[in-house]
């Protein structure tokens, strides 16, 4: 247990250090907008009080629009969290048996389509495939809602998240990579001593000692791709134009509105950071060797 | 009850000669053969549309001929200004070659030049290289290319560039594995070589040993890489402006005309992304696993 | 006593991409093992015995290749309705007084996998064969025949604890047991192969247990499931003598109290000499010698040899090794010339031709000709050489 908490402070401390340099990074960058911001201070200690702001999560009003900041980008921000962890998962959930079933084959032929399957899937530009299933639904079956319920109209917004999970989770880069890891993982650790052991003393082929060893491969990869799908997020977003972070994030840059998409850029950092950390506790409760 | 896979016959009484396939290396002829079309495709699109020596004009607007489907006269049909869609694919390519390759040059030379670093000195230079590293790696790549665009309003090659310098983490953190790895094992053989080898020596041997996989197959990955950015980037309308085509916008001007039944338009572009994508892919995956080959049991 | 298992022809070849051939891995090898004895498999490294030991357990991976042979098993009665689907009629044979059924556990090989020599044709279909014989093999494997391997650190899973290792073993045979009652099992089964502090081995991790406590605790995870057969391949190895000696002893202590049957496979015959009743030696894929053990360590009285009548290999392998009179003697230690030749034999000569020292004048030419056939120089012990051939 104490083990835990030492790598949670750990993690913490260096997200924390993190965090500092994206911020300062973003404030030079905005100090660098030529004369847009008469009399914002500069120096170090306006730079302390931005980072009072953001970290305790007053976020202020936009200089640009005008607009109350935390208003708008805290919803947004729920539900492309959301967005993000369900096409996580839907990625998984399809990349994992895939790799899986290639692997115990071991490469053959009648696993190739499914193998090309998961190439097209990662290569096919992710606007395309999301406006393909957008008229393919809404022409030929009109059952599930196409947008999200706001104002007056409050109907169930939980069903308006299926097709953007579905199109990112399927259509983001990740697919094949996930494939192939789990492939090649796989291989090796069948073929390790331990596994063809635990086999003769009676494991069945399929279920064995096997999961310990592809899941740290499998979660390592899978939370360093969070950065991508939030990414990925912002065209989806905009094909479904759905109330998320992305379409957010888009409408500030045509809006040339800069505090909210730095705004947008330290929350997506804090997610990132958040996942890295968890990923660092998952790993040392699977992985007991100790460094 | 027999089966015959294989018979050859062979008068040499000694060996058992007889060649059976090898499974894994068909695999990556295919996958290999198949990048190298799209990449010499590409090529031969981009010499086209450098030197303008085009059959049809792609920017000629032909009121006249609008949505037509594809025919002969016209490879991939028009669009919704009469415009041949098959050369404006062609002319397509100049929006992400050389931004492509910037980004590419861009991504390699820093990634090798910062992990090499750090993989010889993984005390010191190490630490503040992946801190600053870790801060670039952690900002999503478009919101980051947004934040550039409100900043700086920027060609479509600054914006590459700053994909490029996106890309560098990943490639630093691999390089920098593998020259922890070869300074291990060349730190005994060199203690054993009387001194002799240089610094020199041992640079040139670990850098020519980690980079030889990195450069091509990297390469070919960031590639798609970029081609997907800078596609994504002209959908959403920031990227190549109209009437100059990319794949990006041609996909976007032609979604609309997805309900009047004329999805060609959006489709064949976004088939050519899907095309020229998968087979930049399937070559670095061939060549990584060309060159990773681990001889089974 | 009844017969437990019987191995005919066993053939297993590996196909060496690199060089376009096959390499002749195990070639005819057979044996038979009475329930509740010992057999023990001598040989070099090298020489095919663990890919025997792996071939009948169903075991070998590699491919492409071919396996071939016949090897039936007195399979109990539940396990053989669980199977039946996959085995075809006239796949058992009787035998014994009994006259109990052996299934045979590699059937169907032959529809599959299938060769012949000349005119060097090669049908093989090896991915079906695995399959099926996987779904034969799960019933048999860990219930009916369980192996352990060298090398005991790296047969044990490094990223969970000795104990769980134990008890999912445990649950996966006996799953209407709870879990505490798993517990004490598992407690229970460190106790009889001698670890007198259960509860702190079943907190540790592999990594940190000594190698003889490692081989027990894999000893254990073997046998928790109460096998008929237990295939112990190079258990000694890497071990310091008390060790050898207090693992041996403890497996014929086990084999006593569970009537077990134990396959001994290692290289040092006098350690297997210690416990064997019946004794096989390999060499270079095919087996030389093969007897009692009585007949094999020591040989018949008034036979043409010192030692009695045996393969020269063996008398090699037994005199390699000094009893405590020759130590005492200062005697210098007899070698064997020479090293394992690499497989690619051509079965026109006799494999031990090299390093054999009784190959002189007449008997040279037999032997440079063909590779002899097994011939039994007395009731139950047959041996593999022109020196008996009358």
Redesign the interface.
């Given at each position: 247990m104490m083990r835990f908490v030492r790598i949670f402070f750990k993690e913490v401390f260096n997200m924390a250090?993190?965090i500092v340099?994206?911020t300062a990074?973003?404030y030079l960058?905005f100090n660098?907008?030529p004369g847009f911001f008469p009399g914002k201070g500069q120096g170090v200690i306006e730079y302390l009080r931005l980072l009072k702001k953001l970290f305790t999560f007053q976020f202020g009003t936009s200089i640009i629009s005008g607009r109350d900041i935390n208003s708008i980008v805290f919803p947004a921000f729920r539900n492309t969290l959301i967005l993000t962890i369900g096409s996580i998962f839907l990625s998984i959930l399809i990349s994992v048996p895939i790799g899986i079933f290639s692997a115990y084959r071991?490469?053959?032929t009648y696993s190739?389509p499914l193998v090309i399957f998961s190439?097209?899937m990662?290569?096919?530009?992710?606007?395309?495939f999301g406006?393909l299933v957008l008229?393919v639904i809404s022409?030929y079956t009109g059952f599930l809602p196409i947008y999200y319920p706001q104002g007056v109209e409050r109907g169930n917004p939980v069903v308006s998240y299926v097709l953007p999970i579905l199109v990112l989770g399927f259509g983001n880069?990740s697919i094949?990579e996930i494939v192939?890891l789990i492939a090649n993982e796989l291989?090796?650790v069948m073929?390790?001593?331990?596994v063809?052991?635990?086999?003769?003393?009676?494991?069945?082929?399929l279920w064995s000692?096997v999961n310990?060893?592809i899941m740290i491969p499998l979660v390592s990869i899978v939370f360093s791709k969070i950065?991508?799908i939030?990414?990925g997020a912002?065209?989806v977003e905009?094909v479904f134009n759905w109330p998320g972070m992305g379409r957010l994030?888009?409408q500030?840059?045509l809006d040339?509105?800069?505090p909210v998409?730095?705004v947008?850029?330290f929350l997506?950092?804090l997610c990132?950071?958040v996942g890295m950390i968890l990923k660092e506790i998952l790993l040392s409760y699977?992985?007991?060797?100790e460094k | 009850m027999k089966r015959f896979y294989f018979e050859k016959e062979k008068p040499n009484i000694e060996y058992f000669h007889v060649p059976l396939s090898k499974r894994a290396s068909v695999r990556d002829v295919v996958s290999i053969g198949f990048g190298l079309f799209v990449v010499s495709y590409l090529f031969v699109f981009f010499g086209i549309s450098v030197t303008g020596t085009f059959i049809k004009d792609p920017m000629e607007v032909n009121i006249g001929a609008m949505f037509l489907s594809p025919s002969l006269e016209h490879l991939f049909g028009t669009d919704f200004l009469g415009r041949d869609i098959f050369s404006r694919i062609v002319k397509g390519t100049e929006a992400f070659f050389i931004p492509g390759l910037i980004s590419i040059s861009v991504s390699t030379t820093f990634g090798l030049l910062f992990g090499i670093i750090s993989g010889f000195y993984p005390k010191y230079f190490a630490k503040i290289i992946f801190f600053f590293l870790n801060i670039i790696d952690s900002i999503p790549r478009i919101i980051f290319i947004l934040i550039i665009i409100v900043l700086f309003n920027p060609s479509i090659y600054l914006i590459m560039t700053f994909v490029g310098i996106s890309s560098i983490p990943k490639i630093a953190s691999y390089i920098k594995s593998k020259v922890e790895v070869l300074k291990n094992q060349h730190s005994i053989e060199a203690a054993r070589a009387l001194g002799l080898s240089q610094w020199a020596i041992i640079f040139k041997h670990i850098i020519w040993l980690s980079t030889k996989p990195v450069l091509i197959i990297r390469a070919t990955l960031g590639m798609g890489e970029s081609i997907l950015i800078e596609t994504s980037l002209s959908y959403l309308g920031i990227g190549v402006q109209e009437p100059t085509p990319s794949w990006g916008n041609m996909v976007a001007m032609g979604k609309d005309f997805f309900f009047q039944g004329k999805i060609w338009l959006s489709t064949i572009p976004a088939g050519v992304i899907l095309f020229t994508i998968m087979g930049l892919y399937l070559l670095g995956d061939g060549l990584n696993s060309i060159y990773n080959e681990k001889v089974s049991r | 006593m009844s017969r437990l298992a019987e191995l005919k022809d066993l053939k297993v070849y590996f196909y060496d991409q690199r060089d376009k051939r096959f390499i002749r891995a195990v070639e005819n090898v057979g044996f038979a093992i009475e329930e509740g004895s010992v057999l023990g498999v001598v040989g070099e490294s090298g020489c095919g015995k663990t890919v025997t030991a792996l071939a009948t357990m169903g075991l070998i991976e590699a491919e492409p290749g071919i396996i071939g042979g016949r090897f039936f098993f007195k399979a109990p009665q539940e396990d053989v309705k669980l199977i039946e689907d996959y085995l075809f009629r006239n796949t058992w044979m009787t035998t014994g007084e009994n006259s109990t059924r052996l299934y045979n556990l590699f059937c169907g090989l032959d529809q599959y996998v299938n060769f012949e020599e000349n005119p060097f044709t090669i049908i093989k279909d090896s991915e079906k064969w695995l399959r099926r014989s996987n779904r034969i093999m799960e019933h048999i494997r860990g219930k009916n025949i369980s192996m352990i391997f060298q090398n005991p650190g790296r047969s044990l899973n490094p990223f969970i604890t000795v104990g769980h290792q134990l008890e999912r073993t445990i649950g996966r045979f006996n799953p209407d047991r709870s879990s505490h009652e798993i517990h004490e099992m598992a407690a229970q089964w460190l106790r009889s192969v001698r670890l007198y502090r259960p509860e702190t081995v079943m907190s540790m991790y592999p990594r940190s247990l000594s190698v003889g406590m490692a081989q027990r605790v894999i000893i254990a995870i073997a046998l928790c499931s109460n096998p008929r057969l237990l295939i112990a391949d190079e258990p000694t190895i890497g071990l310091d003598t008390t060790n050898i000696y207090k693992i041996i002893e403890l497996l014929e202590t086990l084999r006593a109290e569970m009537n077990l049957t134990l396959v001994l496979i290692s290289h040092n015959i006098r350690i297997v000499s210690t416990i064997a009743n019946d004794i096989i030696v390999m060499y270079a894929g095919i087996v030389v010698e093969c007897g009692v053990r009585k007949d094999v360590i020591r040989g018949r009285f008034g036979a043409k040899h010192p030692y009695g009548a045996k393969h020269p290999y063996t008398e090699a392998l037994v005199s390699s090794i000094p009893s405590d009179s020759d130590i005492r003697k200062g005697k210098k230690l007899k070698e064997i010339p020479g090293s394992v030749r690499n497989n690619k034999r051509e079965m026109n000569c006799c494999p031990f031709l090299e390093r054999c020292s009784y190959a002189v004048g007449k008997i040279r030419k037999l032997c440079e000709s063909h590779c002899p056939e097994l011939v039994e120089v007395s009731p139950q012990h047959f041996v593999r050489c022109y020196l008996y051939y009358s």
């Open positions: 250090l993190l340099g994206v990074l973003l960058l660098l907008m071991g490469f053959k190739w190439y097209i990662s290569s096919i530009p992710v606007f395309y406006y008229y022409r880069e094949s192939r291989e090796r073929h390790t001593d331990y063809i052991a635990s086999k003769a003393m009676g494991e069945s082929v000692s310990e060893g950065p991508f939030i990414g912002v065209i905009h994030a888009f500030a840059t040339r509105d800069l998409l730095i947008i850029a997506a950092v990132v950071r699977i992985n007991p060797i | - | -």
